[in-house]
């Protein structure tokens, strides 16, 4: 248990048993009335954002979230292996958890992987990351009706837009979190 008084950024919450990590606070003391802290909480696992307000001094309940270091070492069909860099430990994580990052796993890619009584909560990967071009038609120098992006397919099976000149069996940089091409690696 901590006051709202001990909020700070990343910290989560267990509110009516389920996980919020606190994204923002600010605490308010008006000219009248009692203090308050406001909040921006977001939920763990489905990513919802919702703003709450404690009255200052309020108990809320913490929950250990244990982050790890942890390697990819390959999906097994219906869940991804992950191994503890520490322990030796493997955890199965489901699809469902590891998300939209599925498409820029390799194996022996290093991730957070963060749990709750041991149940995996979600992977976070590192924010860009080299992968190789599998497959791109050439570009057509002129052909400018898109921006001059075109799709190319990633050696994991994602797909993301790359710049014309970029051809097959390059190394390019993809942000993780939203799919953008970075550069050639």
Known sequence: MATTN????????????QLWSVVN?????????????????????????????????????????????????????????FMDSETFEQINVSTEIVG?????????????????????????LPTSIELVIKHTDPGLQGDRSTGGTKPATLETG????????VSSGEKVKVDTRDGRYLGRA
Do not use: C
């Open 25 to 81: 606070f600010q605490h308010v003391k008006p000219g009248k009335g009692g203090a308050f802290v406001r909040t921006t909480l977001k939920h763990v696992l489905s990513g919802k954002v919702v703003d709450k307000t404690f009255n200052a001094g309020t108990k809320v309940e913490t929950a250990t979230v244990d982050r790890r270091q942890m390697t990819y070492l390959y999906n097994d069909g219906t869940d991804f292996v």
């Open 158 to 165: 994602a797909e993301i837009q790359v710049p014309l000149f």
């Open 6 to 17: 001990d909020l700070k950024n990343g910290l989560v919450l267990n509110l009516d048993g």
């Open 100 to 124: 939209d990052g599925a498409g820029y796993l390799l194996e022996n890619t290093e991730v957070q992987v963060a749990t709750h009584e041991g149940v995996p909560l979600y992977v976070e």
